[in-house]
């Protein structure tokens, strides 16, 4: 599938197995005539080989994941492997890992040469359904996350279901609850097929799997492709984001991985909705159901409402001092609201656990 943003279009791959037609993929595209690879160790040891041999040899530029390495500093050493090897205009870089990977190689795509070319290899479900498709990449700083970045869409991203069979299993139920998100703002058939084959989508079944993966780019890139630089849009993509980021920044990243945080989120969005009189409970039901049979979730109990609510008013999705709050009026459908009272917030995170005062 394409996706149309920043004046050119991007082309998704996805397939069982396409990870060993990386380089026909990539010729087709017209993707550089020197590629370079980022990865991580880990993603190396485990899938190097097979990469190595889709690509036609080439050593990678390898760099520690983690969210703690998604810095300048990994750039930095981006660039320096580039300069060492004379990289130019015409190359480009091959991204192969998860999110963490794919941002700061793809930030580094962006900058280096005032920017190369870009293809994502996506090895986790979160990178897989989201980070890989949209274009926003960039790293952290000492002081906050994702505050250095750019818009860089990838001229490739080769998608392949059976990377994800080495993920460990709480990285790949992160990377569900994203998809569960999907289903949640455009596709209450997506929601559906996850609630009814949980037990095939665990046991990382390709011909389930595939398919969900498939619809959720798709709806990211149609959104993206009418909304890139997120002035309406694109915001609905925050479903959940708006507590889930917050929970994030209070346990200082250390807590939830991030589609755990996003499940509280959404728990969280489902529940003010109703509150309003916006969403039918049955639906907010469904949801914590759905949420419920993927596993427990990192307790919140312990983490102070007030905390929680600064850092939703320091978060990026406050405009003009009004916070926008997506919320969902029905599985598969959603709205924006910007007259969310800390009152209401405050009841929300008090009904999901969390400790008042
Ligand atoms: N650019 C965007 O639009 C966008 C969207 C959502 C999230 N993000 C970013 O993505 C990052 C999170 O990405 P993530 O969840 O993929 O985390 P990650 O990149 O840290 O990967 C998670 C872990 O999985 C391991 N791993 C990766 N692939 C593997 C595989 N196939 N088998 C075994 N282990 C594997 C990694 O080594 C790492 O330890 C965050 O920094 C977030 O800000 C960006
Ligand atoms: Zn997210």
């Known amino acids: 599938m394409d996706v149309h943003a920043g004046g050119r279009t991007s082309t998704i791959w996805i397939g069982e197995g396409i990870a060993d037609r990386i380089a026909p993929l990539l010729d087709a595209h017209k993707v550089g005539a020197r590629r370079f690879i980022v990865s991580s160790p880990v993603i190396w ?7 190595q041999r889709a690509l036609g040899g080439g050593e990678p530029i390898l760099i520690a994941d983690g969210e703690r390495f998604k810095n300048l500093q990994s750039v930095s050493r981006i660039y320096e492997a580039l300069i060492r090897e004379g990289a130019d205009r015409g190359s480009a870089i091959v991204a192969v890992g998860g999110g ?23 090895t986790t479900l979160l990178a897989q359904v989201d980070s890989s498709v949209g274009g926003k990449v960039g790293v952290n700083h000492a002081l906050g996350k994702n505050l250095i970045g750019a818009f860089h869409q990838p001229a490739v991203v080769i998608i392949d279901p059976l990377l994800l069979r080495t993920l460990p299993r709480r990285e790949f139920r992160s990377g ?17 097929r996850i609630a009814g084959n949980t037990k095939a989508i665990f046991a990382r079944d390709a011909s389930v799997l595939g398919p969900a993966i498939e619809e959720s780019c798709r709806i990211k890139a149609e959104v993206v492709s009418q909304d890139e630089r997120e002035s309406g849009l694109r915001r609905i993509l925050n479903y959940g984001h708006t507590v889930g980021h917050a929970l994030e920044a209070v346990t ?30 049955r639906d907010r039901q469904a949801l914590t159901r759905l949420i419920t049979q993927f596993g427990p979730l990192p307790p919140v109990a312990d983490l102070p409402i007030p905390e929680i609510i600064d850092a939703i008013r320091r978060d990026k999705k406050v405009v003009h001092g009004r916070l926008h709050f ?8 959603t709205t924006t609201v910007d007259d969310v009272t800390e009152d209401e917030l405050r009841a929300v995170l008090a009904r999901l656990g969390l400790k008042s005062g």
């Open 100 to 122: 963490v990977i794919g941002d700061t190689a793809g930030f580094a795509a962006a900058t280096y040469l005032r920017g190369i070319t870009l293809a994502h290899v996506p």
């Open 326 to 333: 997506v919320i969902a009026i029905g599985i598969g459908a």
């Open 45 to 51: 040891r485990l899938h190097g080989a097979q990469i």
């Open 252 to 281: 200082k990243y250390r807590r939830f991985r991030h589609g755990e945080a996003i499940a509280y989120g959404m728990l969280a969005a489902a529940d003010l909705a109703v509150a309003r009189g916006a969403l039918a409970d």
């Open 176 to 192: 569900l609850y994203e998809v569960v998100k999907y289903g949640m703002i455009a596709s209450p058939d997506l929601f559906d």
